[in-house]
């Protein structure tokens, strides 16, 4: 579905991505982790086309995405940090996306339902906590029920109660066959979520392998436990961005 084909990247003298390739199919969740500074933003970015590769291609559903857009109308993204205009109530920012996506077969508010945005949609963004504000950057990742689904450090900031019903929603959105990559710090996050992990480090990719594999590769059960045995490691608990 989404294919990175010996994709560089170079920021001055900063190598970002270094031939990096990486293929993601329906029907999966993938983590992609690593150190600070590994790539990670950079290869999600360049799936969005917010940045353009120096060589090596990306495409998507076998198109390249070079100089095209109408393929992110298929990605639902919810970044790690949502910046809204402060004026705006909640209410205001979701039926104005509606707008803008009027082309939208179907909507999907699952969340906007489970989460009680209804009932917060006349607050103003500006006076929102990092916790609802959170919630309403997911709700806007899946209203358009995108095929893709990329999440940057999804459940940060969320109670307990609302990251197991998100967690929920990503287990049934993958199960309906979308592809979902998943950027987290918190590696026991995604423990019940993740069938493949990704990690890269200094903008290379060390590994790509199912969760089967990589357990069965290291004789771990958990995932934390697992990547730490991979790197060599004695415990690892995060990664930063």
């Known amino acids: 579905m989404i294919i990175a084909s010996n994709v560089t990247k170079k920021f001055g003298k900063l190598t970002a991505l270094n031939n990096v390739s990486l ?31 120096d060589s090596g291609f990306i495409t998507f559903n076998g198109n390249n995405i070079l100089h095209v857009w109408h393929y992110r109308n298929h990605i639902g993204y919810m970044p790690q ?4 205009p402060d004026n705006m109530t909640i209410g205001d920012v979701i039926e104005m996306m509606k707008d803008i996506r009027s082309d939208a077969i179907s909507l999907d508010d699952d969340l906007i339902v489970s989460f009680g945005i209804t009932d917060l949609y006349n607050k103003r963004m500006r006076t929102l906590s990092g916790g ?37 929603k990503i287990i049934s959105e993958k199960n309906k066959g979308k592809l979902i990559l998943i950027t ?29 594999q990589l357990c069965f590769d290291t004789g771990e ?21």
């Open 132 to 168: 609802t504000r959170q919630k309403v950057s997911a709700c806007l990742a899946f209203l358009f029920n995108p095929s893709v689904l990329i999440l940057d450090e999804p459940t940060a900031g969320l109670d307990p109660v609302s990251s197991e019903i998100f967690k929920e």
């Open 81 to 84: 940090i949502g910046r809204y």
């Open 184 to 212: 987290s710090h918190v590696l026991s996050e995604l423990d019940e979520l993740v069938t493949q992990l990704v990690y890269m480090q200094d903008g290379q990719l060390l590994f790509h392998k199912t969760i089967d």
């Open 23 to 53: 293929t993601c199919n329906r029907g999966e969740c993938i983590a992609l982790v690593g150190p600070n500074g590994s790539g990670k933003t950079t290869i999600i970015k360049s799936i969005l086309g917010m940045v353009v590769p």
């Open 221 to 241: 059960k958990k995932l934390t436990k697992a990547v730490a045995s991979v790197m060599g490691q004695s415990k690892i608990t995060s990664f930063g961005l």
